[in-house]
């Protein structure tokens, strides 16, 4: 649970060090809730409203896409800071998240970098964040 909701209490701090697994826990988190009302929304809207004329006036798609974007608006600040927090974990200056201001290329490239193993031990960011955590497997640190 720490991984999936650590980077809630962590939103405002950008300059230690972040684990694979923080990361990726935390995107799976938002991917998750974003999935389930696209898919709720989709299935009670096939239900309430079989024969929908235009979309844009349905109300069950306007609620799906405000909640979708409030889900958006809640996560951004954090997803910020995990991915900066990552970067530092890489030894890489956290300006690098700006690499998703270019359309789908650089996205890609960011989560490649993502994918990356961290640096072993403390680095000009901080103190490795492995160190102290019996049971972690190396494939998510």
Known sequence: MTYLFGP???CMYFRSRATRRELWAFTLLFATLQVGIFVGSAVVAAFV?????EARRDPIFTWAIRSMLIVVVLFVLPMLAVQVRRLHDLSLSGW???LH????VGSLILMAMMLLPGKRGPNA???DPRTGRPGLTSVFN
Do not use: E, K, Q, S
Request: proline share 11%; net charge positive.
């Open 8 to 10: 809630f209490r962590r």
């Open 101 to 104: 201001a270019l359309p789908l």
């Open 49 to 53: 409203t079989p024969m929908i004329t």
């Open 125 to 127: 960011h901080g103190l």
């Open 96 to 98: 690098f998240v700006l």
